[in-house]
């Protein structure tokens, strides 16, 4: 289940938030100016109003410190004077007052509050934080450093290493060898998920797939081309790129019943689904039997299927191979496939050198990430989907991450670009998101969503109302229902308006 089906659930109305900002004054030294510090403080109310009391009370605050600032200069008696020699007489010492700027920024105030939405039920275990991207400044936080579980968001980070530790170009290779019987051939499994049983041309889930007709032709030709090769009828599947066991314990076993997760193997067509136009399908418990079953049928005079591993030295039949990774992350994120973040972490996991099953994801993933230069302590990789209640990710680390993605830093760009949009693209534009009057955030939530059985989480960019460049990360965790999304999306549309105002009351 891990991400928001296509059907809509009813939007919910939700008041706009309108930000209100605040004007730094600076202090008088001296007590003919003081009418002038109100006056400008009156002006500034006239224009902007004060949405709480708490900004005002801070303003009233600020007169009486400059009055007293005033009167304390009014008062003040200068020193009797000494007589003394003549001499040439100094230059005079300039009055220290502070620069305007720094007076603005001694008084600055973030008074638009999100209180209210943050608050709100449907969230349960709220955890979040901000951070305005440009100043690296934490505008709101709601146990922001606690690590938790965050469905589907986890695929940031698998997308992350991916693309540090493959490239955007590296692609999967799915060969066929000859076997080391007279009449046998080797289908070895590089762990491309994608390899399509659909007719070269006919695209389905993936874009960019290799096919399987493609390959039984080149085994065919490069077969029929040594005379002294006997007829061809068996098949040896060699799926041993992948190792351990092929579903993590942690997982429902529902998730593959319904149809958003696979068995993970290094061998699988079509994602292991049994219709392979639709990107929600049940899959089977037997994946690497089913692409098997399917590459037979396209080679053709197959009589025995077995599993095996492939001859060291074999000389090479044929050979496909998968979209790029750069493809892979764009698919993984903007729909959320499961079976695609498990292809990358696995693969990850084993180029970095950490292994080849489940328990090497946590090195190999967290390897990936060091580069970017952000702290990884407390952090706990299961898998590369999110499916798991075993991960744990703090909010705070996603903020400081997409700090990075906004930023396009190293290949970060390609992840960016495949992120759901508000309203416009992937899991984020469905007719349940962003909805009535949050729909003004369309467009500038640029964003992961996430879904399992025990929380919903969103986490990405927000170019806010007031041209600021917001990181956000948001969990509603424990006892949540499907209309968690819309309190999710409320939240974020009060981030939205709040911009560099954001208070964290």
Known sequence: MNEEPDDASAPMER??????RGDGVPAEASADRSSGVLSRIQAVLGAHRLATAIGAGALGLLLLGGGALAIGAAVRTPPAATPVAATTPAAPTPDPRPTPEAAAAA???????????ASDPRLAELQAQVVNAGTGE???DRGGSTPSRTASVMKVLTSAAAL????PDFRATTTVVKGAEPGTAVLVGGGDVTLSRTPSGDEGVYPGAAHLDDLAAQVRTAWDADPANPPLTRLVLDASYFGGEEWQPSWNLKERDDGYMSN??????????????SNTSFRSDDPIGRAGEAFAEELGGIETIERGTAPAGAAQLGAVSSPTVAQLVDKALVVSDNTVAEMLARLVAIRSGAGNGFDAINAGVLA??????????GI??????????DNAVPPSYLTRLFQKIAAREGQLGVLLDGLPVAGERGSLSYDDRFTGDNAVADGQVIAKTGWIDTGYTLAGVIHAADGTTLTFAIYALGDVSDDAKQAIDTLATGFYRCGAQLSNR
């Open 368 to 377: 990936g990430l060091a580069g970017y230069g952000v702290d990884t302590t």
């Open 264 to 277: 993970i193997t290094a061998l699988m067509v079509d994602g292991d689904r049994d219709d392979p136009y």
């Open 164 to 167: 540090a530790v493959l490239g």
């Open 380 to 389: 706990t990789i299961v898998d590369g989907s999110g499916l798991s209640d």
């Open 138 to 140: 934490v505008l709101f």
């Open 15 to 20: 008041a706009a938030v309108d930000p209100a």
């Open 107 to 117: 008084v600055a105030l973030r008074i638009c509050s999100v209180a209210e939405f």
